[in-house]
């Protein structure tokens, strides 16, 4: 069964700080995976999306990599801002699982202060 | 290019009824899956429709029902209320497989 874990659970940062969040699978047998962030109440916004034969994937200041022989996948936020506090999800789609079925972590909670 | 909608977005029932809830994916798009979000379990897919047909199913009781219309527009059912149902639902759309997927702003669903 995949699980899908994100570390660490929470994050206090100063304004400026790069950062990196950790998301990490047990079955490394994923069409893709897909990093959301996700603002208090609200719906999920999609950031990135690493096809399981790619490596990384950037978008402005946001580079997601995907290690899928070590089920691990990163997301480097550069040179924070108090705009980018939200939660960060993770989600990987199965080979076997229709390729649509998205399984969660649970989310990094990321506070970044002025 | 709209986004994906959901309505309505907060609902408050009772225990017993039943609620229906609506998604209208992004134009062009066939897919469209649903999701349960709670503190505790997190975020959990419910199915997956494409093309007026179920795709993919998740562990939920058959309280829980969706269809999809011809114009790709989904609707999800839950029959018979319970308290453990109240959750942010939320629904998805993607142009195909293993693509990218969007999802709408979800329907708070409180039951009382």
Redesign the interface.
């Known amino acids: 069964k995949q699980e899908v874990t994100q570390i660490p659970a929470a994050l206090s940062v100063p304004e400026g700080e790069n950062l990196v969040l950790n998301c990490s699978f047990t079955d490394s047998a994923i069409?893709?995976l897909?990093w959301?962030r996700q603002d208090p109440?609200?719906?999920?916004?999609?950031l990135l999306?690493i096809?399981s034969s790619q490596r990384e994937q950037t978008s402005g200041r946001l580079n997601a990599s995907l290690d899928k022989s070590s089920g691990r996948s990163t997301l480097y936020i550069a040179a924070s801002q108090p705009g980018d506090s939200a939660t960060y999800?993770c989600?990987v789609?199965l080979l076997s699982?229709?390729?649509?079925?998205?399984?969660?972590?649970?989310?990094t909670r990321l506070a970044v202060h002025p | 290019k709209a986004g994906?909608t959901?309505t309505p977005r907060y609902l408050i029932k009772t225990r017993g009824q039943q609620v229906t809830l609506s998604c209208s994916p992004i134009s062009g798009h066939r897919?469209v899956?649903w999701?349960q979000q709670t503190p505790g379990q997190?975020?959990?897919?419910l199915f997956?429709y494409?093309s007026e047909t179920q795709?993919?199913k998740?562990n939920f009781p058959g309280r829980f029902s969706g269809r999809q219309f011809s114009n790709s527009r989904s609707e999800m059912n839950v029959s018979t209320l319970e308290l453990g149902d109240s959750a942010?639902y939320?629904c998805?759309s993607?142009g195909d497989?293993?693509?990218?997927?969007?999802?709408?702003?979800?329907t708070?669903l409180t039951v009382t």
């Open positions: 069409y893709n897909q959301f109440g609200k719906g999920l916004t999609s999306l096809q999800l989600a789609s699982g229709g390729y649509n079925k998205l399984i969660f972590g649970a989310g | 994906v959901q897919s899956s999701y997190g975020l959990q897919f997956e494409f795709r993919n998740g942010l939320l998805a993607s497989r293993g693509y990218e997927q969007y999802f709408g702003p979800g708070r």
